[in-house]
């Protein structure tokens, strides 16, 4: 305990879902401490995607923490999605919602991560503390403790915000890697990139090489483009497939793609970074602790996008840190609670994107139903609608949307 006798509230990892809960404490005016391995500003190997979920996210934090993420300058706002597969069909989705024009970017981490350890670092509540390697976490029966490189640290209650290769997580829960349930990514920045849709499209591509999982090319600021691919782990270990082949060879030879690349110059070494999915409910909970994020297995089983779910559910562990702290209760029992929470909030959709990425190992659906989307205004609808309002696609689990899809349009 503190000398005004307060709890000890300890934060491991200072990326999105991290900072989101740290903030969030501190409107409580719960003091807590922010501990991080790195360095910032630091790079986060990602698609650098944010989505209008994450504006909305940022919003639910504080309407000022929104306005003053408008005021960076290195994002590139993006209008809508473009889908392609093997054989050239291609499905363009506006990011509009009742004729409005939704918020949506690609912004490198390092600059999106920076701004949010800026806010946090300046925030009297939060107590801050960079470059620290934790080395061990021992749980205790009154509390838990943990060995850093910057000194032994005791916590009433932890948080694991520290991404896909967690300690926390690893410590507490001895978590091993879950190949059918995990997506191995890789990305690369190159510039002179050609081609480009004129309305700011992202674009996915879904090769027969590729899948399941796609190929990506997101446009950026100064005519540089985020390019990367993303795979299930269990079918690259399956199939003994090269990620980093596989991309260079469509780059360079796929007939939609390489005189797009002909002038095109990588800016860096291909780099590789981990996706655990939230294709499956995990506990992500136990004595004294909670997992946020990527520590929590909370990535889009689908769009792998998971910058919106880390802070919303950075946003759900603050309030259940008050909730243990008003209770006196930090028992597993009690923060079994903040599972059901998350999953309430958030499994219908991860539930979804799960069904919808095991239909990709058939090219042929997705080809089909591609179809059947640009001849059906209603479809489009729904798919443009769902960039808002991520309710509407619990209509995938009805039995008359596939009935419309097959026989209508």
Avoid at 21 to 41: G, N, R, S
Wanted: net charge positive.
């Amino acid at each position: 305990m503190n000398a005004r006798n307060e709890p000890s509230i300890i934060i491991v990892g200072a990326g999105p879902a991290g900072c989101a809960c740290a903030l969030m404490l501190a409107q409580k005016q719960i003091p807590v401490t922010l501990l991080e391995k790195a360095t910032f500003p630091r790079d986060k190997i990602c698609g650098d995607a944010l989505s209008p979920d994450v504006m909305n996210q940022l919003k639910q934090i504080s309407e000022e923490l929104a306005k003053t993420f408008f005021t960076l300058e290195d994002k590139f706002p993006i209008y809508g999605g473009w889908i392609i597969t093997s054989d050239a069909q291609s499905l363009k989705i506006p990011l509009v919602h009742n004729h409005k024009q939704l918020n949506a970017y690609i912004c490198p981490r390092m600059i999106f991560d920076n701004f949010l350890f800026e806010e946090v670092s300046k925030n009297d509540h939060i107590t801050v503390v960079q470059n620290c390697q934790v080395n061990d976490i021992v749980r205790k029966e009154h509390n838990i403790i943990l060995n850093t490189s910057k000194g032994r640290y005791q916590a009433d209650m932890l948080i694991g915000a520290d991404g896909a290769q967690s300690v926390v997580a690893r410590y507490l829960q001895a978590r091993k890697l879950d190949k059918k349930n995990y997506c191995a990514g890789l990305r690369v920045y190159y510039e002179h990139v050609s081609g480009f849709y004129e309305k700011n499209y992202v674009e996915l591509f879904f090769f027969n090489d590729t899948m399941p999982g796609y190929l990506w090319i997101f446009p950026m600021n100064d005519g540089k483009a985020n390019v990367g691919i993303g795979m299930l782990s269990s079918h690259i270990s399956q199939k003994k497939i090269n990620l980093k082949v596989v991309l260079q060879k469509l780059i360079e030879t796929h007939p939609q793609l390489k005189d797009r690349f002909k002038n095109a110059k990588a800016l860096e070494s291909i780099k590789g970074f981990g996706l655990p999915l939230g294709s499956k409910k995990r506990r992500l909970s136990g004595d004294r602790y909670v997992l946020t994020g990527d520590a929590a297995s909370l990535i889009d089983p689908f769009s792998g996008e998971g910058i919106g779910n880390a802070i919303r559910s950075g946003r759900v562990a603050a309030d259940h840190v008050q909730a243990c702290i008003a209770a006196g209760d930090y028992s597993a029992d009690f923060n079994k609670q903040y599972d059901d929470e998350i999953y309430r909030r958030m499994w219908s959709e991860l539930n979804i994107s799960r069904r919808i990425q095991r239909l990709l190992r058939y090219p042929v659906i997705l080809e089909y139903c591609i179809k059947k989307i640009n001849r059906n205004k209603k479809l489009r609808q729904f798919f443009m609608d769902t960039m808002e309002d991520k309710d509407q696609l619990k209509k995938l689990l009805r039995p008359g949307f596939y009935w419309e899809l097959l026989t209508k349009g």
